[in-house]
């Protein structure tokens, strides 16, 4: 079975900075495009980056400039940089996998930005 594990969010300050890490087990990483979604309470979950497998990238509008996808194929980690964070950010951010054989999501990991 394809497993997501996901680290690093928490609770921070409006202006301040988390990075989370989604480490990926049970299938080809290196061949998979790799992304974060997130959801705040009573909303669609939303498409926030990818990063293909030769490691292109985009972005959702709404954090463009301000989060950063990246993969380290030797770890089968894929990362998010978030910076200059808002409460508007505050969602649950979820993991994505996706090759030829699965399309899977993480547990989520909740993070709240304060004012």
């Known amino acids: 079975q394809v497993q997501l594990v ?8 409006s202006g301040g900075s988390l990075r989370l890490s ?6 080809n990483f290196s061949g ?5 979604s997130r ?3 009573g909303k669609e979950r939303e498409l926030v980056a990818n990063i293909t497998s030769g490691g292109s990238t985009t972005y959702a509008d709404s954090v ?3 989060f ?4 380290d194929n030797a770890k089968n980690t894929v990362y998010l940089q978030m910076n200059s964070l808002e409460p508007e950010d505050t969602a649950v951010y979820y ?19 304060s004012s």
């Open 68 to 71: 950063f996808i990246s993969r």
């Open 22 to 27: 989604c480490a990926a087990s049970g299938t």
């Open 39 to 41: 959801q705040a309470p």
């Open 95 to 113: 993991c994505n996998l996706r090759n030829r054989y699965w399309n899977r999501w993480g547990q989520g990991t909740q993070v709240t930005v």
């Open 32 to 36: 998979s495009v790799m992304g974060w």
């Open 64 to 66: 463009k400039g301000r």
């Open 6 to 13: 996901e680290s690093g969010g928490g609770l921070v300050q």
